[in-house]
């Protein structure tokens, strides 16, 4: 069945350093990929999208990149600051599955001070 | 604008009895779509509604139901619970297909004891 699953449950990385968070999906037709972030206690916030007509997109220190090849995933945080802790899930939608996001199952994100 | 608005945020309930959750949509947003998060099974689809009609489901029980009105606001309900279905319940609002991203509301946790 179609999927979205990511690679690593948590990832720790040093405050400054750049963060990569990585998602694989399983079905070619998905055109549309979200990512978002959680904090404890709140609900998930969108925080950049990309089309499949396109590989790369930049947001405010954040680019996402797609590779419909290998369909993979990943979202890049440029200078990863204490704030960006959180739980970080990938999200595809496309037609064949009706209005409906599939999620992966999340990565937390841990700054290291 | 306001955001996605969830009432009540912390619910405790008794297994048995039944709860009704409500979701207000951004304004002029006619999509609302419900999920169930829990720490084993992360973000679950429920239903999504546009324009009063139930578009899509997900694979729970009839136990789960929902409605939404002709303003848009949504309600979720949920009878005979158990404790299984103790979770954070996330209502996403959008303005059509979510094909511009969804707004998620920070959710009503559900206790069921």
């Known amino acids: 069945g179609e999927s979205v699953g990511l690679h690593l449950p948590t990832l720790s990385v040093q405050e400054g350093d750049n963060s990569i968070i990585n998602c694989a999906y399983s079905?070619?037709?998905?055109?549309?990929f979200i990512w978002y972030k959680q904090e404890s206690g709140k609900g998930p916030q969108f925080i950049i999208d990309?089309?499949?007509n396109m590989d790369k997109r930049q947001g405010q220190r954040v680019t996402v990149l797609l590779n419909k090849t290998v369909k993979h995933l990943s979202l890049q945080i440029a200078a990863t600051q204490p704030g960006d802790s959180a739980v970080y899930f990938c999200a595809e939608n496309n037609w064949d599955s009706n209005y409906q996001l599939i999620w992966g199952a999340g990565t937390k994100l841990i700054i290291k001070p | 604008k306001a955001g996605v608005t969830q009432t009540p945020r912390y619910l405790i309930k008794t297994r048995g009895q039944q709860v009704t959750l409500s979701c207000s949509p951004i304004?002029?947003?006619?999509?609302v779509s419900w999920y169930q998060q829990t720490p084993g099974q992360g973000l679950q689809f429920l239903f999504e509604y546009f324009s009063e009609t139930q578009r899509n489901k997900g694979n729970f029980p009839g136990r789960f139901s929902g409605r939404q009105f002709s303003n848009s606001r949504s309600e979720m309900n949920v009878s005979t619970l158990e404790l299984g279905d103790s979770a954070l319940y996330l209502c996403?609002?959008?303005?059509?297909?979510?094909?511009?991203?969804?707004?998620f509301g920070s959710g009503t946790r559900l206790t069921v004891v």
């Open positions: 304004s002029g947003h006619r999509s």
């Open positions: 996403a609002s959008s303005a059509d297909r979510g094909d511009s991203g969804y707004t």
């Open positions: 990309i089309r499949s």
């Open positions: 079905n070619s037709a998905s055109d549309y």
